[in-house]
């Protein structure tokens, strides 16, 4: 019983990073999005994404950031409102 509990807690502290994750990548998708504003690019001008690594090859798009330890890629790509 004592080492169910230990493994219980082991699976409940490594699974914390993972249940963080969207939030600190909405927060990095944010913070790029701001920056690419401030460039001058419409809000209306672009699309940020954020895939799992194994998907970041989409086409039209451009890898500009990455989050949750490098699990999540956040992917910029150009609208038709785009000047």
Known sequence: MKSVKWLLALLIAASAPALAAPDSCERVKDEIAQKIINNGV??????L???PNDQADKAGSQVVGHCANDTFKI?????S???
């Open 42 to 47: 419409p809000e209306t001008g672009f699309t």
């Open 49 to 51: 994404d954020i895939v």
């Open 75 to 79: 992917l910029y790509t150009r609208t």
């Open 81 to 83: 409102d785009a000047q």
